[in-house]
């Protein structure tokens, strides 16, 4: 993706460290945490070549950032079902594309507004970038889906989000995974998937 001039004011850049995040807020802690740790956080998966990160700007305030990775989705019975009758999907009806268990996609590893910059319209227009994106430049392998583990607190669900801007929870993975952090929050992960056909 490079660097993308989206309009005369935001401006997403690739990056290649966390140093532009040294002061970015989203809020919630569990994930400032994460962005801020050097040693186990966001630079420890960037420097390992688990994600590709990209900064969003409006002039030279930066505003949000995404990551984004190769990943698969399973789908189960029930999923599968599901998304044969939803009148808005477009995926072939043949059978041999459903026996699959497997199907290319690319995760939304991580995706963060700043503080001030929230309840503006910017992450519901950076999903539609990132799919807009995936399907014109990730030619190297059809990508079927975007996927995302939407984190889940007492005090924050991401999940509400990511239902708004169409994705489903998968029914083989309802609640992928649970840890406790530092405050002893149970914190949850849902995995999400929408499809991009």
């Given at each position: 993706?490079?660097?993308?001039?989206?309009?005369?004011?935001?401006?997403?850049?690739?990056?290649?460290?966390?140093?532009?995040?040294?002061?970015?807020?989203?809020?919630?802690?569990?994930?400032?945490?994460?962005?801020?740790?050097?040693?186990?956080?966001?630079?420890?998966?960037?420097?390992?070549?688990?994600?590709?990160?990209?900064?969003?700007?409006?002039?030279?305030?930066l505003i949000a950032f995404f990551a984004l990775s190769k990943d698969k989705l399973v789908l189960n019975s029930e999923d599968k079902h599901m998304m044969k009758l939803d009148n808005e999907s477009i995926l072939p009806l043949d059978e041999v594309f459903w026996e699959q268990e497997k199907f290319s996609s690319i995760?939304?590893?991580?995706?963060?507004?700043?503080?001030?910059?929230?309840?503006?319209?910017?992450?519901?227009?950076?999903?539609?970038?990132?799919?807009?994106?995936?399907?014109?430049?990730?030619?190297l392998t059809p990508t079927l889906f975007l996927t995302v583990d939407a984190l889940v607190l007492s005090n924050h669900d991401a999940s509400f989000f990511y239902k708004k801007c169409g994705f489903k929870p998968s029914e083989i993975d309802k609640l992928k995974s649970c840890y406790d952090d530092i405050s002893t929050e149970k914190s949850c992960t849902l995995r999400m998937y929408k499809s991009i056909y």
């Amino acid at each position: 993706m490079g660097t993308i001039v989206t309009n005369n004011q935001i401006i997403i850049k690739r990056g290649d460290s966390v140093s532009p995040l040294l002061n970015f807020r989203c809020g919630v802690s569990v994930m400032d945490d994460f962005i801020h740790d050097r040693e186990n956080g966001l630079q420890k998966m960037m420097q390992l070549n688990f994600i590709n990160v990209w900064f969003v700007y409006i002039s030279d305030e930066l505003i949000a950032f995404f990551a984004l990775s190769k990943d698969k989705l399973v789908l189960n019975s029930e999923d599968k079902h599901m998304m044969k009758l939803d009148n808005e999907s477009i995926l072939p009806l043949d059978e041999v594309f459903w026996e699959q268990e497997k199907f290319s996609s690319i995760e939304i590893s991580y995706l963060a507004v700043s503080n001030q910059h929230q309840k503006k319209g910017y992450g519901k227009a950076l999903l539609a970038y990132i799919e807009k994106k995936v399907k014109e430049e990730d030619k190297l392998t059809p990508t079927l889906f975007l996927t995302v583990d939407a984190l889940v607190l007492s005090n924050h669900d991401a999940s509400f989000f990511y239902k708004k801007c169409g994705f489903k929870p998968s029914e083989i993975d309802k609640l992928k995974s649970c840890y406790d952090d530092i405050s002893t929050e149970k914190s949850c992960t849902l995995r999400m998937y929408k499809s991009i056909y």
